[in-house]
């Protein structure tokens, strides 16, 4: 009997294509009306435009569509660590809250509000929190065409360790609009700016400035205070610190508070007043600029109503200290009070 031998099978591997894995940069998730745009260790960059209010279109560095979000009373952005950039373009929505948080990296965050700010303020506004984290950071705010009556932002900046850069741009404060502005430099190079285009009747606009240990350059400038409140609390810690403060015109009752405070180092604060209109109007200056060998440059260059409240005192501190005074025509309406300082020039 003849047996058949069995022919072997033939075996030919396949590959099979497994399930896409890959983590995307930048993920943007909705729950219930809060929207949350997360990151990674790597380099990301999202930007996050309102359609319509509490309508946002979220999109990665390259141009392509996270998904629109509706209902949205809340972002929350957490890129991580890297070097991350973050827009917010607002110029369908001026309620909506952001809170941006970032890591190691060097973080650039950006609220542009090109159509201002139109909340109404009945809820206490819009409020925008950054949390920089450690590195060299830049923030910037930009209200194109101002705030509305009644209106109100409230935006609070804490920076880290690093070098870091923050600039905020109000416009005109119509009435009853409100701008509130804080921010902790932290330690590091810093520079920060804030500036109001003007103020009018029973407006508010205030900033509150922390610095730690490192050289610091800050500036605030106010063009019109008008029947409104200002006012700027600035400490700027121990370093080599220069803080500025302008404001043109004061008019109609108009008010502006400024409290400047610095630690030990070689620092500079210049406070200066073009007009001061009204019998009404009311300043009170109070700087006080801690151990070093520190500079005050104060000046009120044009028009003074005589009968208007300027109170202004002076401390230098430890060191040899100086006061670059030039009153024009306040002098002997400006109540003027001096401590510490060993030199005084009228310019």
């Given at each position: 009997m003849r047996r058949t031998a069995n022919k072997p099978t033939s075996f030919r591997p396949r590959l099979d294509a497994l399930e896409d894995r890959t983590c995307p940069a930048v993920t943007a998730t909705q729950s219930g009306s809060l929207l949350f745009i997360t990151g990674n260790s790597s380099n990301d960059t999202v930007t996050v435009t309102s359609t319509a209010p509490h309508t946002f279109k979220v999109q990665n560095a390259a141009g392509t569509s996270l998904g629109t979000f509706s209902g949205i009373a809340g972002i929350s952005a957490n890129l991580g660590n890297g070097t991350n950039v973050a827009k917010f373009e607002m110029g369908k929505d001026s309620q909506t809250g952001i809170n941006y948080t970032g890591g190691t990296g060097n973080d650039t965050v950006r609220f542009d509000y090109t159509n201002g700010f139109t909340n109404g303020g009945d809820d206490g506004g819009a409020l925008l929190i950054a949390?920089?984290?450690?590195?060299?950071?830049?923030?910037?705010?930009?209200?194109?065409?101002?705030?509305?009556?009644?209106?109100?932002?409230?935006?609070?900046?804490?920076?880290?360790?690093?070098?870091d850069v923050v600039r905020a741009t109000t416009g005109v404060l119509l009435d009853d609009a409100e701008a509130h502005i804080k921010a902790d430099l932290g330690a590091g190079t810093n520079n920060f700016a804030a500036s109001a285009v003007g103020m009018a009747q029973d407006s508010e606009f205030t900033v509150d400035l922390t610095g730690g240990a490192g050289n610091d350059t800050a500036a605030v400038a106010i063009s019109t205070i008008l029947d409104a409140q200002a006012t700027v609390n600035a400490n700027l810690g121990d370093g080599t610190n220069t803080f500025s403060s302008r404001v043109s015109t004061i008019d109609r009752g108009g008010e502006y508070n400024l409290n400047v405070t610095t630690g030990a180092g070689t620092d500079t604060v210049n406070v200066t007043f073009q007009n001061i209109s009204d019998e009404d109007d009311d300043v009170n200056v109070n700087v006080n600029t801690g151990g070093g060998n520190d500079t005050i440059n104060t000046a009120i260059t044009n028009t003074v109503d005589g009968d208007a409240d300027i109170q202004a005192d002076f401390d230098g501190g430890a060191g040899s200290d100086t006061l670059n005074a030039h009153f024009g025509a306040a002098t002997g309406v400006a109540d003027v009070n001096l401590d510490n300082i060993e030199t005084v020039n009228n310019v």
């Open positions: 949390n920089l984290g450690s590195g060299n950071n830049n923030l910037t705010l930009k209200t194109t065409n101002g705030f509305s009556g009644d209106s109100e932002l409230n935006l609070r900046v804490t920076a880290g360790s690093g070098n």
